[in-house]
């Protein structure tokens, strides 16, 4: 299929661009690199710099079989401190994007949603059925385009797909995690491994979890992307479907913390610090729909196997 990526030169982004060139789809990256890197962009992909929001209708009218919409911004913190870049940044250039869809009859969409929809989960696992009640802006933010998403599938006939990723860690080769402003547990754990941090905080002990600590549902990045490949071929007219991604078994921040220590063999000194505003206790998902409609499979549940690619990626980067 011919391909159009938004934010192909982010984290999930870039592995999944280079999940559809190694399954033979044509692919074009569009990126503005604000959070971005040029040098994540996959070889093989065409890639042009530009803003979204200003660039998707002239893109999509060369005719596309469908968009990846990854371009977004998504620091929970940075959400609450600043709405506007979030509303702005999310909404608009997510409305845009739509208009332009519809414009040009481009038939496909799959969109990166997240877990961040649901806010502090009745029941857990979670499943899509749960009510989402977002309790930061960030996910305020994914929410709304998700039913913005749902308005133009019944209207104009899109079949689209969202996904809503629980917690994407790991690497996909060359392709990996790589913020400038890091605020994610696994690479930050990494980073005292590697001699840049001289310890972990692990935001509250006192959580109505097992270990005091916060639990959370950790997914492979190459899992998440094959996930995007699936609901390609699963979307349909008209149709707006939503799964969660993730592998239903919850990890502490303690237990995250052993098995950076296990993988690296680095000591890891951690301390605790105050709890995180919006964290919510535990969140773990219920993904059957993903795995009964789409036949989607986690091949790289095992979180020591999500940590180990994590960890390959972030010392090949240190050493140049
Ligand atoms: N944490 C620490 N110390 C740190 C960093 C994180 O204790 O230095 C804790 C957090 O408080 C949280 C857990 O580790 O309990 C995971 O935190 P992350 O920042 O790695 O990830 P989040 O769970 O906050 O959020 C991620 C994505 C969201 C998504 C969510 C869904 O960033 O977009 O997973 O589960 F919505």
């Not at 503005?32 to 200003?54: K, M, N, R, W, Y």
């Amino acid at each position: 299929m011919k391909l159009l990526v938004t934010g192909g030169a982010g984290y999930v982004g870039s592995v999944c661009a280079a999940r559809l060139l190694e399954n033979g789809h044509d692919v074009t990256v569009v990126d503005d690199l604000s959070t971005g890197h040029a040098d994540a962009v996959p070889p093989g992909s065409t890639f042009v710099q530009a803003d979204i929001a200003e660039a998707a209708g002239d893109l999509l009218a060369d005719g596309y079989d469908g968009v990846l919409h990854f371009a977004a911004k998504s620091l929970v913190g940075e959400s609450m401190q600043d709405p506007h870049k979030y509303w702005q940044g999310n909404v608009l250039t997510s409305l845009r994007l739509l208009e332009a869809v519809r414009e040009h009859g481009t038939p496909r969409l799959v969109f990166s949603s997240t877990a961040a929809t649901y806010g502090e989960p009745d029941t857990v696992p979670i499943p899509e059925t749960a009510p989402a009640r977002p309790t930061n802006t960030y996910g305020a933010t994914k929410l709304a385009i998700d039913h913005a998403i749902s308005s133009y599938a019944t209207a104009h006939g899109l079949g689209a797909v969202s996904l809503r990723y629980f917690n994407v860690a790991g690497a996909h080769g060359a392709f990996g995690e790589r913020h400038t402003v890091e605020t994610h547990l696994i690479p930050i754990v990494l980073q005292v491994a590697l001699g840049q941090r001289e310890q972990v905080q692990m935001y509250g002990d006192d959580w109505p979890t097992e270990d005091g600590t916060c639990v959370r549902d950790y997914i492979h990045v190459t899992d998440l992307a094959d996930a995007h490949l699936l609901a390609l071929d699963n979307a349909r007219p008209g149709e707006h479907r939503i799964y969660n991604l993730g592998n239903g078994t919850g990890f502490s921040v303690q237990q995250v913390i052993e098995t950076c220590r296990a993988v690296t063999g680095h000591p890891i000194p951690a301390a605790v610090a105050p709890r995180r505003a919006g964290d919510p206790a535990t969140l773990v998902a219920a993904s059957d729909r993903a795995r009964e409609e789409l036949s989607w499979k986690p091949k790289l549940a095992d979180l020591s196997v999500i940590v180990h690619d994590a960890w390959e990626f972030t010392r090949a980067r240190q050493q140049g």
